[in-house]
């Protein structure tokens, strides 16, 4: 009997060419490279990451970190990246509320939470943990999506005439300046009680936002 039928065709399953198979195999490397890299930086610090040192975890030559990521400054671009990737998701958890000034503090509560969380990150992203790397338009870009939640709510209340200043942009690098000079002299030793930060930023968040609000809101 003829089960021919029965049998799957080669034309229903993709076939993966050897050149698609090397991308692939080279992306799923990269991808365990930085995630290495990221393991050694958030349990020893960002001074912690070296090539070599990447190279051990992940057992590989020196060599294939430098073909795919070309220096430490490449390997130090994709952390910064992550970091990116990681505070846009911290901001994304926070519920959309109602009432703009609650969703703003909650905001800035998950602002904190990150660069409590995620220490090594954010000083990677704000504090110049790498000196060899410098952010250029890709990372600026990047920075910009993070923030993306926090420009919306601001341009929503600005449409809405809550808030009286028209440039939401403004508006978001003056409360995101106040509230990193905070976060950078905890991080940095110079204010060396956690409670007293935390404190001193609930009470900017608390103070920026009556600023911009109209009175009457």
């Not at 995620?118 to 600026?140: C, D, I, N, Q, R």
């Not at 509230?179 to 905890?186: E, K, P, R, S, V």
Request: hydrophobic residues 40%; proline residues 3%.
């Amino acid at each position: 009997m003829n089960n021919s039928s029965k049998m799957p065709s080669i034309d229903a399953h993709t076939v993966t060419t050897y050149p698609k198979a090397k991308l692939q195999h080279a992306e799923i490397v990269r991808l365990n490279i930085i995630e290495a890299a990221a393991a050694i930086m958030q349990e020893f610090g960002p001074e912690a990451v070296t090539i070599r040192r990447v190279a051990q975890k992940m057992e590989c030559p020196t060599k294939v970190i430098y073909n795919l990521f070309g220096s430490k400054e490449g390997l130090a671009k994709e952390l910064f990246l992550e970091g990116c990737k990681l505070l846009a998701a911290s901001f994304q958890e926070v519920p959309e509320q109602v009432d703009i000034k609650q969703y703003l503090h909650e905001l800035g509560q998950a602002y904190w939470d990150f660069s409590q969380n995620y220490t090594s990150y954010y000083m990677v992203m704000f504090g110049g943990a790498f000196s060899e790397f410098k952010p250029e338009e890709e990372s600026l870009l990047a920075i910009g999506t993070a923030l993306q939640q926090v420009i919306t709510i601001i341009t929503k209340a600005i449409e809405q005439g809550i808030i009286t200043e028209k440039d939401p942009i403004l508006v978001v690098n003056l409360v995101w300046a106040s509230l990193h000079g905070i976060i950078h002299l905890y991080l940095g030793g110079h204010i060396i009680n956690k409670e007293t930060a935390k404190a001193l930023y609930d009470r900017s968040v608390s103070n920026l936002i009556h600023t911009f609000f109209r009175s009457d809101n």
